[in-house]
């Protein structure tokens, strides 16, 4: 499915998928969606 333009992911969506994919005990299908998540947070801007 493509990303519509201005669509991310929130912080604190973002915190709790980094949160499970730190967790060995997450299965995998969570891991992915968590990542997936995860790939729609926006980079960090260089200074």
């Known amino acids: 499915m493509a990303k519509k ?3 991310e992911t ?3 969506v973002a915190s709790k998928a980094a949160e499970l994919l730190r967790d ?3 299965p995998k299908a ?6 997936s998540a995860l790939t729609q947070r926006p980079g960090k801007k260089s200074k």
Do not use: I, L
């Not at 969570?30 to 990542?35: D, E, F, M, P, R």
């Open 24 to 26: 060995p005990r997450t």
């Open 10 to 12: 929130s912080k604190r």
């Open 5 to 7: 333009k201005g669509e």
């Open 30 to 35: 969570v891991k992915s969606v968590a990542g």
